[in-house]
């Protein structure tokens, strides 16, 4: 069973930065693309970013919304996702959650980490 923990959430003002950090336990982290995930209250979960594993190791995705301001990377060592969030907005105000990207994930979600975005 994998066990998936988000930490590095808060609240911070608009402008301002964030990292945040998933560890994942059990084998075979190496061999999954992750993603980081958001749920604002009353909207749909959307997929922000994703890095892929094997091959493609390092290539990245994000939503429109965040590129260019998040950056998605990962320590294959350490079984841990980051998500360095620059230019904070208060849009980006949500509890955010690491999986693999879609349409797979591992049975059991984190609990998330909420980032709060306001002056």
């Known amino acids: 069973q994998v066990q998936i923990v988000e930490s590095g959430g808060g609240l911070v003002q608009p402008g301002g930065s964030l990292r945040l950090s998933c560890a994942v336990s059990?084998?075979?982290?190496?061999?999954?693309?992750m993603g980081w995930h958001r749920q604002a209250p009353g909207k749909q979960r959307e997929l922000v970013a994703s890095?892929?594993?094997?091959?493609?190791?390092?290539?990245?995705n994000y939503a429109d919304s965040v590129k260019g301001r998040f950056t998605i990377s990962r320590d294959d060592a350490k079984n841990t996702v980051y998500l360095e969030m620059n230019s904070l907005k208060p849009e980006d105000t949500a509890v955010y959650y690491c999986n693999r990207p879609g349409p797979n994930y591992f049975g059991s979600w984190g609990q998330g980490t909420q980032v709060t975005v306001s002056s």
């Open positions: 890095i892929f594993s094997g091959g493609s190791a390092g290539t990245t």
């Open positions: 059990g084998k075979f982290f190496s061999i999954y693309a």
